[in-house]
């Protein structure tokens, strides 16, 4: 298969407007795409924060999010948000997908995870009671941002691990840059095992896929991401 280059945005967790937590996403986007990256992921609820689960806000509305939207566009890259959605007259913690190719983002329930190919994209949702459902053969990637003390599936390394190994599939997870208590960002390759992992800042954790396996790495988030085009043009 070709390079692929994939990102979990360590996320600081803010309550802020969505406005403001756009423009947040757009300095993560800015610097996954000084990376090359191909697919960036952020955390459940990443677009109004985290909040409470009985308490979800309103979603947002479409028009706030076209920078986004742009944004996938312009730098080719597949984006992973989350946010509240209705679904059913329920209000529960979803999705919002950016593909380059699309003018408004694809919605869907949060679940358990995204799937993606290098190629395309398909959201997946996964029985809580079960270690997983049918798994598209195509999927390469599953990606993640539930948070882990939240989340019976998954919500621990070894779970995780074992995912990944069942159904021979990399495992990238986003969180919020808190430590210990979301368990970290991290990557696992198709067989289980530990790639990458960062347990606190806000930072960039990459991964890229190539024929001989999976390389990781960790890019802090400053201010001026000029310091991103500094450490690229030294790998």
Same mark, same amino acid.
């Given at each position: 298969?070709?390079? =692929?280059?994939?990102?979990?945005?360590?996320?600081?967790?803010?309550?802020?407007?969505?406005?403001e937590?756009?423009?947040?996403h757009?300095h993560?986007?800015?610097?996954?795409?000084?990376?090359?990256c191909?697919?960036?992921?952020?955390?459940?609820?990443?677009?109004?924060?985290p909040?409470?689960?009985?308490?979800l806000?309103v979603?947002?509305?479409?028009?706030?999010?076209?920078?986004?939207?742009?944004?996938?566009?312009?730098?080719a890259?597949?984006?992973?948000?989350g946010?509240?959605?209705?679904?059913? &007259?329920?209000?529960?913690? &979803?999705?919002?997908?950016?593909?380059?190719g699309?003018?408004?983002?694809?919605?869907?329930?949060?679940g358990?995870?995204?799937?993606?190919?290098?190629?395309?994209? !398909?959201?997946?949702?996964?029985?809580?009671?079960a270690?997983?459902?049918?798994?598209?053969? !195509?999927?390469?990637?599953l990606?993640?941002?539930?948070?882990?003390?939240?989340?019976? !599936?998954l !919500?621990?390394?070894?779970?995780?691990?074992?995912?990944?190994?069942?159904?021979?599939?990399?495992?990238?997870?986003?969180?919020?840059?808190?430590?210990?208590?979301?368990?970290?960002?991290?990557? =696992?390759?198709?067989?289980?095992?530990?790639?990458?992992?960062?347990?606190?800042?806000?930072?960039?954790?990459?991964?890229?896929?190539?024929?001989?396996?999976w390389?990781?790495d960790?890019?802090?988030?400053?201010?001026?991401?000029?310091?991103?085009?500094?450490?690229?043009?030294?790998?």
């Open positions: 298969m070709p390079e =692929w280059t994939i990102a979990a945005a360590q996320y600081a967790a803010c309550n802020r407007s969505v406005a937590n756009v423009a947040h757009l993560f986007i800015e610097a996954a795409a000084k990376l090359d191909d697919v960036l992921l952020f955390p459940e609820m990443s677009l109004t924060g909040g409470e689960a009985r308490h806000p979603p947002p509305d479409v028009e706030l999010l076209r920078p986004l939207s742009y944004a996938a566009r312009r730098h890259m597949t984006i992973i948000t946010m509240p959605v209705d679904v059913d &007259g329920e209000r529960t913690k &979803g999705v919002a997908i950016f593909l380059p699309a003018s408004a983002p694809l919605t869907a329930c949060q358990q995870g995204t799937c993606l190919t290098p190629v395309g994209c !398909q959201t997946g949702t996964f029985d809580g009671g270690e997983g459902c049918e798994i598209d053969p !195509q999927a390469l990637l990606a993640t941002g539930t948070c882990s003390e939240e989340c019976e !599936q !919500q621990s390394v070894q779970r995780l691990q074992r995912f990944a190994h069942r159904y021979a599939i990399a495992v990238l997870k986003s969180s919020y840059a808190c430590g210990a208590t979301s368990g970290g960002s991290a990557l =696992w390759d198709e067989s289980g095992q530990l790639i990458v992992r960062a347990d606190e800042g806000e930072l960039l954790l990459t991964g890229r896929k190539h024929d001989g396996g390389e990781g960790i890019i802090p988030l400053h201010e001026n991401i000029s310091a991103i085009d500094e450490c690229h043009s030294g790998a």
